[in-house]
């Protein structure tokens, strides 16, 4: 008989026509770290929710199990109660506050009402300590970047005497370097018995973390595996339903002649100081290539993209030639007049409207498309928008859905479709494919190539090094708002760009 | 591995039946609203015996809300694209006061005068609108100002005395009714741009290939809506014919809820609403369709102002005060969200006619005015609760 802290057995969990869970079952065992791994819509958001109490009791079937005890949690204080911390992909901090305020949240030591700072403080500095982290308790959350938030998000789920550990995507947003950190951080905790489970689309970081793994697909489970006993390429497999025998669909392109150049351009701190957050860059960009931009966070990649498309609030200085002809873009309309189309890396924050439909979203940036005289006629949209729903095959009930009833894969698409109804000749895409499940990458790389032979320059920016490497033509590194070093794709490899990255000259 | 934009028909489940069940959701919506006026309706109607529903009352409830209504079409779109606008009831003052001046005392003729209030209302609303736009003062705080000010400009220019009109053609925008048999000859022409617009609309689906909704929906609708529209014609009929005001908020109503819902100007006021970066991103000029939400507010507040006073024959210094909150609380009882891009005109009216509805109601009671106003504020917090509740299922 093995000893499972956690035992979830035959969850079902069913929504108005979805059935999210299908009698899955998932067992986690005294101090390991269990990886969760699955497409996106596969359920593990949800089974996290039941477990963490956010579903209660009763709306779900099947039974969760905790040191062989059965567990029926109303609400999430007590699942929390019961050891059980979750920390989620979109944090759970107050940015006004700092840091020791958020670590206690809810739960502020005193008396009467009388919050104890000397203590809260004290108690905080302690689990800063354990975790590694040099930071101010009274620094205030705004102040830290992405990577010191996440240890944040841990130490308040230390504080609270976690005894299982949930980290839903921990590394969406964190640089190689944080991720490290945070991979040493749990294995110290590991060490002091604290079970954890990681759920990430990094098959990488799974591979170097994990004890085990759990597949879920469709909302059942496929299978638990010791780490050692499985392979990346059959974790996918497994993930997506089938045999994936490359994850870039690496095409031969012909570049053809130079669509866009960039000289000089020079980007100002929209906080009105004199440093620059673009130094001096200069690229081409021809037609038919994808551009890859790597770098870490931080190195202004997204800066450089967001200016020479018009929606950056810093000042700039600089040229750019689009066919040969100099071009003046001060807002994104005169970019997207030139035939330019930007992807945003924060696709909900800046890439859709979520409350509102999959039709307004996809005709947004091309309204005067399916306006007559400035009428929208509703059927031209209805059909534009229903070309590319098929085209990129949108998983949609119907064009009206709220696209914030999409899964992260199919929003991406949303956003896509926006800018292809705007025929651009350049796209940028920051990040896109951050967040999104395996087989909706995938289907976004063959967009991707299939825009490059229909003539489009693209221009990608990414994290990810195997995707840059998978996928670019050439390759751009930045560093600290300067283009370190250009390769071809053939003569890139991964420790070549992070010396660029990093500042290696 | 298929590497082509595959056109694949099974992932796009365009189904008529999915649309309908999302339809009949919106719907569901609609009737809780109208189910909360005529709750408060029946209610009303059973206190006073019946003497609520008379044609004489509810020609002049529409008539008392007709200025609420028309304010309240102007601020759906400042909430929509996420601002507010609170000064819409000293500009309504302002207009009346600079109405009434113009003509009784500096003896202007109509059109020019009712040129000049428009033109005084519009440049006030850009006024607004280029703070709010071009100098990124917060609304609440520019509108506040403007609150301020232009209710001191008007306390300023009548000495705080009021001034009546002496033109019977303003007063007849405030106080006539339409003919009966124009009344009458509206309904008819209503009744067949109705007729006309759905089968238009059924051609264009046609046209383009798209499934066109069967026959007997068309008809249901058309009937359904020709029996509103005489129904309306003949009760107004039974007093009076329709109040001139009314016709006003009518045409207002058409108009507006069209720029909202069918052009490039609405499309893009709700995506600033609903994402400003999103928006300016897509290559939306969001400065630009702030200013001229502004500028509609103003105009629809010139416009108010001229019924009101049209209606008192007479300016007040303290006319249109509080008119403002009327205007909010209608939209936000009509679903409008605070936090931007959701929001409906037709909807917005109806929460205008549960606020004059109040009014009126309680006046017939004699119910003291302290009462009004409690009863007025709760009932705004429970229409909001129930329409979220509602929502939520």
């Known amino acids: 008989m093995e000893q499972y802290i956690l035992e979830m057995k035959n969850i079902t969990k069913e929504f108005p026509g979805v059935k999210a869970l299908d009698n899955v079952t998932f067992s986690v065992r005294k101090g390991e770290i269990h990886a969760l791994c699955g497409e996106n819509g596969a359920g593990k958001s949800t089974l996290m929710k039941v477990l963490g109490g956010v579903y209660p009791y009763g709306t779900y079937k099947g039974d969760i199990y905790i040191d062989n005890e059965v567990m029926k949690f109303q609400n999430v204080k ?65 102040d830290l970047g992405v990577g010191q938030q996440q240890l944040v998000e841990v130490a308040k789920a230390l504080s609270k005497n976690a005894k299982i550990l949930v980290l839903d995507e921990p590394s969406a947003a964190l640089t190689e370097s944080e991720v490290q950190t945070l991979m040493g951080i749990l294995r110290e905790l590991k060490k002091k018995g604290v079970t954890c489970i990681y759920i990430s689309h990094k098959l990488g970081e799974v591979f170097d973390i994990a004890d085990r793994v759990t597949i879920l697909r469709d909302g059942k489970s496929i299978g638990t595996f010791d780490i050692k006993d499985i392979n990346e390429d059959k974790v996918i497999s497994l993930m997506v339903g089938r045999e994936l025998t490359e994850r870039f669909p690496r095409e031969e392109h012909t570049a053809g002649e130079v669509v866009m150049e960039v ?8 906080e009105g100081t004199d440093s620059l957050v673009i130094n001096n860059a200069s690229f081409q960009i021809r037609k038919g290539e994808i551009l890859g931009i790597a770098g870490l966070m931080g190195a202004g990649r997204t800066e450089l993209v967001t200016s020479i498309f018009g929606g950056y609030a810093g000042k700039k200085s600089g040229e750019i030639f689009i066919d040969g002809r100099k071009v003046e873009i001060n807002k994104p309309a005169d970019a997207i007049k030139n035939g330019l189309g930007l992807v945003s890396e924060d696709r909900k924050r800046y890439g859709l409207i979520l409350q509102q439909s999959v039709t307004t979203n996809t005709t947004l940036a091309s309204i005067d498309k399916i306006c007559d005289w400035g009428v929208i006629n509703s059927n031209k949209e209805y059909l534009n928008t229903s070309n590319y729903v098929k085209e990129l095959r949108i998983k949609t009930p119907n064009l009206r859905t709220k696209v914030n009833n999409l899964s992260g894969g199919n929003q991406q698409k949303v956003v896509l479709a926006k800018w292809l109804m705007t025929k651009p000749k350049i796209l940028f895409l920051d990040e896109p494919t951050r967040g999104i499940d395996v087989g909706a990458k995938f289907e976004i790389y063959n967009i991707m190539n299939e825009l490059v032979r229909q003539g489009v320059a693209i221009v990608m920016i990414s994290s990810e090094l195997p995707e840059i490497l998978g996928m670019s033509d050439r390759i751009l590194v930045m560093c600290e708002g300067s283009i370190k070093a250009e390769f071809n794709y053939r003569d890139a490899t991964q420790e070549k760009i992070m010396y660029y990255a990093t500042g290696g000259h | 591995m298929n590497t082509k934009l595959s056109v694949s028909n099974t992932s796009v489940n365009v189904k008529k039946g999915v649309i309908n069940s999302s339809r009949i959701k919106a719907n569901i919506r609609t009737y809780t609203m109208i189910s909360v006026l005529v709750g408060i309706w029946i209610i009303f109607t059973i206190i006073t015996g019946g003497m609520f529903l008379s044609a004489r009352n509810l020609a002049l409830l529409a008539r008392q809300a007709s200025v609420t209504s028309v304010l309240a079409i102007g601020m759906v779109f400042v909430i929509v694209a996420g601002h507010i606008d609170l000064s819409v009831g000293s500009v309504l003052g302002l207009c009346g006061g600079v109405m009434a001046i113009l003509q009784s005392r500096m003896q202007w003729g109509v059109i020019p005068t009712l040129i000049a209030i428009i033109l005084l209302g519009t440049v006030i609303g850009a006024w607004h609108g280029y703070w709010v736009a071009y100098k990124k003062v917060p609304a609440f705080i520019v509108t506040l100002g403007g609150y301020l000010m232009f209710r001191g400009v008007l306390l300023g220019i009548t000495k705080s005395v009021s001034i009546s009109l002496s033109s019977p053609v303003l007063k007849a925008i405030g106080q006539d009714y339409l003919q009966k048999g124009a009344g009458i000859f509206l309904a008819v022409v209503a009744v067949i741009a109705t007729i006309i617009m759905v089968f238009k609309a059924r051609s264009s689906r046609e046209k383009y290939n798209l499934d066109v909704p069967p026959v007997y929906q068309s008809i249901l609708k058309v009937c359904l809506f020709s029996i509103l529209i005489i129904g309306f014609v003949l009760v107004m009929n039974n007093y009076e014919g329709i109040p001139i005001p009314v016709i006003i908020v009518l045409c207002l109503t058409l108009i507006f809820n069209f720029i909202a819902t069918k052009t490039k100007f609405g499309r893009c006021v709700y995506a600033i609403g609903g994402n400003p970066e999103a928006a300016m991103l897509s290559g939306i000029d969001n400065k630009r369709y702030t200013l001229l939400v502004f500028i509609i507010s103003g105009f629809l507040s010139a416009i108010a102002g001229i019924i009101l006073t049209g209606r008192l024959n007479a300016a ?14 209608a939209c936000v009882i009509g679903g409008t969200s605070m936090t931007g891009g959701i929001g409906s005109i037709p909807f917005a009216l109806i929460g205008a006619l549960v606020m004059a509805s109040l009014d009126n109601g309680m006046s017939l009671l004699n119910t003291e005015s302290f009462w009004q106003q409690i009863i007025k504020g709760l009932i705004l917090i429970l229409a909001v609760w129930v329409d979220m509740s509602t929502k939520k299922k």
Not at chain 1, 83 to 110: C, H, R, T, W
Not at chain 1, 263 to 270: C, F, I, K, Q
Not at chain 2, 316 to 329: K, L, Q, R, V, Y
């Open chain 2, 316 to 329: 007040t210094s303290n006319a249109g005060a509080m008119a403002e909150m009327d205007a909010i609380a």
């Open chain 1, 78 to 142: 007590q699942s929390e109660n019961a050891g059980i911390s979750i920390i989620y992909q979109e944090f759970a901090l107050v940015k006004e506050l700092d840091v020791g305020e958020n670590v206690y949240l809810g739960k502020l030591p005193g008396k009467a009402g009388i919050v104890d700072w000397d203590m809260l403080y004290y108690e905080t500095s302690k689990f800063l300590k354990e975790l590694g982290m040099d930071i101010n308790p009274h620094t205030k959350i705004k």
């Open chain 1, 263 to 270: 000289r000089g351009l020079n980007v100002y701190d929209p």
